[in-house]
């Protein structure tokens, strides 16, 4: 799996930016987290708001290689910076999942089935 090293005069542009998004979460974001934090989805350890390379992804599973993003309104006017993101993340071996708002607050089995369903084709964690 990728393990992402940023470097370091990135890493203290971002790191404020990251923390910044960390404290102040959408509702979906912070239902969604809520099931990830503490290894408490299937002992897999997540980030919240984590620096890949240039991007800060809303969570990320170093070892199974997986980013989850929960879009907002904002991305329906934003598809061409959501590809173009998808596609570096992919094409550096990470597995990205994207779920709507109304997704993770209106059906969050459904959304933590699709999430396990990923976990499950990666090793590691505690399955």
Known sequence: MSHWHTPAELWE???PVARE??????EAERVLWQHLRNRRLRGYKFRRQHP???????????????????????????PEED???QEFLEA????????????????????LDAIIAALGD????DT
């Open 13 to 15: 542009k971002l790191k």
């Open 21 to 26: 998004m960390r404290h102040a979460p959408t």
């Open 52 to 78: 890949v390379e240039r991007f800060i992804v809303d969570f990320y599973c170093s070892e199974a290689g997986l980013v989850l993003e929960v879009d907002g309104p904002i991305h329906q006017y934003t």
């Open 83 to 85: 590809a173009i993101r």
């Open 92 to 111: 550096h071996g990470l597995r990205v999942l994207r779920f709507r708002n109304g997704e993770v607050l209106g059906s969050i089995g459904s959304v």
């Open 122 to 125: 990666s090793a590691g964690g």
